[in-house]
């Protein structure tokens, strides 16, 4: 059985294929169209999804969409009402963009499917199931306590509940405009960043500044009812009119003017006093959520989804402050993942298959061959080797302080760049951070970046109690080990970060070791492969075009090396 998993509605447009249970591809439209948190219909992604699945549209049994128009749409048209002339650009981004985008839906299965006796049966979703029962669905638990959080989908912005062994159990739900995603992409506008796509500009800046001096105030923003249902106070707002500013009058007035939305603005210090302050509200009323999970279900295990799982910082806190033994955040929790989410649903819960799939190894999507990869190093006539040990040759070239791109397998699902399309570095050099913000992602000097280490050794370097696979949780870099991984450790001591798991990665696990044996380091700092207002890559051209305009020193793709200069070229 086949079913099509599909995000086509929201931001982060995306594609899955399911056969028998078994995810076999999931891609983001973004990696082809190279436009960064998409909208578009995900036409590419679902014609290289059948391709890599070696699947036709004639073999698709179900369509799961995570998306169903008609969910709340009066709680919407109501709220529309009340907002008189305003609520015209409420209408617009409610109704009139989804059913635009339903109609290309339509066409492209009408285009798809001209057989009226042979076609999918469509099922539609909603986005908070999608999030939140697709997570738990692709989770190692049998049971869980569940918690979803974004800024809206179908006007729902947050869902908590259990999944007791048997069904799913709603304690409460939440809607807009009391939203937490929406709270914090107010800090992210008032930081001077874009919203819906920066938020993790505003986690990062978060560190430098002091929460005290404006915590109470913002703390009085948002509540979290004795049933876990979110209450804002609308006064220091203006999102819910959906006029383009998000922060009211009072909230200037009260807490300074917002930075400019310009790469060069400086950073005045209540800037980064008011980031501080909303991460640690944030956290602390996401706890607040967690405790009474921890009350109402008997689940040892949490599940997170939603766009607002992605503050890593706050996951981190969750695993520490809370009973549960592991958060399962999985590696598109965003709305990229609701496609998965969305296939999941349809395949545990409207079929009611039994069989569970984990979602453990999110290296879902396009891989090439060394065949390919050279054809295409020849058409290009660049200088280049073949390595007979990529690994130990690699390793040599970061263990003497130069940055690589790293080219490898397939291709990750989610935004974490997990060892298969990354940017290495030696974390040992304390200037390594500043060298690539600067030369090779062009992007704030401030910005942090994430280590990976062995699933075998990281407890060795961080006060981190279980694995992370998927970069998702930050903890302590160890106090001693903290001048020495200088260029992956937070100006506050913390990290995010990735453990490697010898099963699911061996040829990024094999480096790490390699590393290790010439360093006495087994870490590695890692960051996506790309720059700054870029997706990450996908195929080989575009790691070519990216190594050539960066300050890349060489690119190990495939068992391939590439330098710039010709001489080196020769040399691993």
Not at 214 to 226: A, G, H, W
């Amino acid at each position: 059985m086949i079913i099509l998993g599909l995000n086509y509605v929201y931001h982060d447009t995306s594609a899955c294929i399911v056969s028998d249970g078994n995810l076999l591809v999931a891609l983001e439209e973004e990696r082809f169209t190279r436009s960064k948190h998409t909208s578009d219909f995900p036409r590419n992604a679902i014609d290289r999804c059948f391709e890599v699945a070696d699947v036709q549209a004639a073999d698709v049994d179900h369509i799961a969409v995570s998306f169903d128009p008609r969910l709340h749409a009066g709680k919407r048209l109501v709220y529309a009402a009340k907002l008189g002339l305003q609520g015209i650009e409420l209408l617009k981004c409610e109704f009139l963009r989804p059913h635009r985008q339903q109609k290309i839906f339509w066409r492209w299965y009408a285009e798809n499917w001209p057989d009226a006796d042979r076609k999918p049966t469509v099922h539609f979703i909603d986005h908070h199931r999608s999030h939140i029962a697709g997570s738990f669905f692709v989770s190692p638990y049998e049971k869980a306590a569940l918690l979803s959080i974004d800024g809206s989908g179908e006007w729902s912005t947050h869902w908590m509940g259990e999944y007791d062994g048997t069904r799913f159990v709603k304690f409460s739900e939440s809607f807009f405009p009391h939203s937490l995603g929406a709270f914090y992409e107010a800090a992210t506008e008032f930081c001077g960043f874009r919203t819906n796509y920066d938020e993790g500009k505003t986690m990062g800046l978060a560190p430098f500044g002091d929460p005290e001096p404006f915590f109470d105030t913002v703390n009085k923003m948002v509540d979290i009812l004795p049933n876990g249902e979110i209450r804002m106070d609308l006064s220091w707002f203006e999102y819910q009119t959906f006029v383009p500013r998000r922060t009211s009058r009072k909230f200037v007035e009260v807490l300074g003017e917002p930075r400019q939305m310009l790469p060069t603005a400086p950073f005045e210090k209540y800037h980064e006093n008011v980031a501080a302050s909303f991460q640690k509200v944030l956290e602390e009323k996401v706890l607040e959520m967690c405790r009474l999970l921890e009350r109402k279900s008997t689940a040892e295990y949490l599940v997170i989804a939603g766009g607002v799982s992605l503050n890593s910082v706050m996951n981190g806190r969750i695993l520490r402050e809370t009973r549960f033994k592991d958060v399962y955040v999985m590696p598109a929790a965003g709305d990229n993942g609701t496609s998965i989410g969305a296939a999941y649903v349809v395949w545990n819960e409207v079929l009611g298959k039994r069989t569970r799939y984990s979602l453990d190894n999110p290296f879902l999507g396009t891989g090439y061959g060394d065949e390919q990869i050279e054809a295409l190093l020849k058409v290009f006539k660049l200088d280049y080797v073949k390595s007979g040990d990529v690994c130990a040759d690699a390793a040599k070239i970061l263990y003497s302080g130069q940055i690589i791109g790293w080219f490898q397998g397939r291709m990750e699902i989610g935004p974490r760049a997990l060892g298969s399309r990354s940017i290495l570095a030696d974390p040992t050099s304390a200037h390594m951070k500043q060298k690539i913000n600067a030369e090779v992602k062009y992007r704030e000097p401030y910005r942090p970046f994430a280590p990976s280490s062995t699933a075998e050794a990281f407890r060795d370097y961080f006060e981190v109690p279980v694995e992370d696979p998927f970069m998702l949780k930050v903890g302590n870099v160890r106090p001693e080990w903290r001048e020495r991984l200088a260029a992956i450790t937070h100006v506050d001591g913390s990290a995010r970060l990735q453990t490697v798991n010898r099963e699911t990665n061996p040829l990024y696990h094999q480096l790490l070791t390699e590393f290790g044996t010439l360093s006495g380091v087994e870490v590695l700092l890692n960051t996506s492969f790309n720059v700054m207002g870029e997706p990450v890559v996908e195929s080989p051209e575009q790691a070519i075009r990216c190594f050539y305009s960066t300050g890349l020193d060489a690119l190990v793709i495939g068992s391939f090396i590439v330098r710039k200069d010709s001489a080196a070229a020769r040399q691993p």
